[in-house]
């Protein structure tokens, strides 16, 4: 582990530790067993991953755009303390119902959270912990509600990069006509196929979580096929630029502690900006420490699943 200093924050850069996420050795932990239930949430149906009993401490694990609670498990498997882990499916992904529109709009996620935190925190403050858009919510909710939010770890979440006034007509054009002919979900002749593509996607995903992956990532269809697990319409552009001012107020008015946690190998210039963008992100945050993790990519809980494990339980 190397530590240094970077912006006035603790920088911890991890190199390597034990055997990586693709070692047999890693592979072979046991897969803790998870289990299912569901809540009202803004009159949708909305699908609960738990982990663990209730009486221990409470982490609330938020996947990422286009993914599934499930995601989370190799994670959950590497806890070495007893959690009692919730991670739900955001509307129109998983097991959860799809919105009722035909689009969807980012601010119904943080409304979505503060439903269920009501549920199954209504005590206390929440630990969150978010992948990628699960951490973009989580830090613009940790904003809204800083009451409710006791620390957070923000997993590759890093926003998109700040878009100028002049092309919010192109942009209204674009969502008009992707309205009138949504797209599709794509099909997968076997569960095979859905898996490969997530190897594709991530080589360091071994064969075993790959297929892991694909039994909650697709769902069959009538006619024997499989398709991902996600309403097409998420696919849909949205309407509404990003504008990183008001993201930056949100993320200003955070007062629990974060972690920023970023893999080496992230790919994230091609949306949220250069590593100098990023870091003036980071700034903003008023207490923040910061961790790059070695040999993983976006997807860095699955390939580095013990380390962020142990990130999390050192953290929180």
Known sequence: IRRYWSRGMAVELIVSRGPSSRSPVAAAIAMKPSRSRFLDVRKLRCHLREWGEPGAPRLVLLHGWMDVSASFQFVVDAFERDWHVVAPDWRGFGLSDPGPGDCYWFPDYLADLDAILDAV??????????HSMGGNVAL????????????LVNLEGFGLRDSAAGLAPARYARWLEELKSPPSARRYATGAEVAERLRQDNPRLDAGRAGFLAGHWSRPTEDGAFEIAGDPAHKI??????????????????????LWVEATDTDAHRWAGTAEDIAARVA?????EVVRLAEAGHMLHHDQPREVARLIEHFV
């Open 140 to 151: 613009l909710y940790a904003g809204a509600r800083p009451s409710r939010v006791r620390s």
């Open 284 to 288: 903003v945050l008023k207490t923040v």
């Open 237 to 258: 552009v949205n309407p509404v630029l990003y504008r990183w001012a008001e993201v930056a107020a949100c993320w200003a008015a955070i007062t629990c502690p974060v």
């Open 121 to 130: 925190s209504p005590e206390a403050p929440a630990d969150l912990v978010g």
